[in-house]
């Protein structure tokens, strides 16, 4: 089944405005539950009541991070035990923990294997800077990164990992990336996770464009043949237009 994924990031600053916007993508997002799978990763703080408005919805919720280690001496962490049982998804090694707080692919593989170990899902986010899109090392440097994400996991957790392709320089740009480049990236991933672990976790692995996805553009990656899904950041602030985004996608795999 596809994947629509939501990335608030640190949005919105209000607890009423969250639940707003919640119960506005659950809405419609309800009615498309079976032929796509939503899931929300609003901030930490907005959890716990985005959780009770979610609960038997079949809309699902994640967590933007969380650290490596089960409980400790680690000021501002949250591990993905406290996570567990309530948040079926978290992201991990967004280009903005990457970049902005320095996180590194070995930091990735730790916090990839601790999450799937706490038997959530794992969004791991993979993607170039425009320097490196511009000396054509696109696909070295994600090669590099699901390589080294992937350190610690076998073939059993295929079912349970999503690897969401975001081009540092489409993200909040409003500039997407070519379809054919996605496209052409994804094909990569699923090669080097098939290298890695396996022609079978390949197939099941999920992978998804993320982007300056919006209810415009969202048709021409989820068309893309080994695309599963996308990972929404600012066209998910708004619930109509990402309400638009999970029923395209339900349309078009609907069609599949
Ligand atoms: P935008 O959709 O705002 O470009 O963000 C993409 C993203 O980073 C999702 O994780």
């Not at 290298?195 to 982007?211: E, H, N, P, Q």
């Amino acid at each position: 089944m596809p994947l629509v994924a939501a990335n608030w990031k640190m949005n919105p600053n209000d607890a009423g405005d969250a639940l707003d916007l919640v119960r506005g993508v659950l809405s419609v997002a309800r009615g498309h539950a079976d032929r796509v799978e939503v899931a929300i990763f609003p901030p930490f703080p907005w959890l716990l009541s985005i959780s009770e408005v979610l609960a038997e919805s079949g809309v699902k919720l994640g967590a933007q991070d969380c650290f490596w280690e089960t409980s400790g001496a680690y000021t501002g962490e949250v591990s993905p035990a406290m996570l567990k049982g309530w948040c079926d998804w978290v992201i991990i090694g967004h280009s903005e923990r990457r970049i902005v707080l320095g996180e590194t692919d070995e930091m990735v593989a730790k916090k990839t294997v601790a999450a799937l170990g706490c038997d959530m899902g794992v969004i791991m986010c993979v993607g170039d800077r425009i320097e490196q899109y511009e000396a054509g090392s696109s696909d070295q440097v994600v090669e590099a990164q699901v390589t080294a994400g992937l350190a610690n996991c076998s073939a059993d957790d295929s079912a349970r990992l999503v690897i969401a392709y975001e081009p540092v320089w489409a993200i909040g740009t409003g500039k997407s990336a070519d379809p054919e480049h996605a496209y052409r990236t994804m094909r990569l991933i699923r090669r080097v996770v098939g290298d890695l672990i396996g022609a079978g976790a390949a197939k099941k692995v999920r992978v998804l464009y993320g982007g300056s996805v919006n209810s415009s553009n969202v048709e021409s990656f989820v068309e893309l043949p080994l695309c599963d899904g996308v990972l929404v950041g600012g066209a998910s602030l708004d619930a109509a237009e990402f309400a638009h985004i999970v029923k395209v996608t339900a349309e078009v795999y609907g069609h599949r």
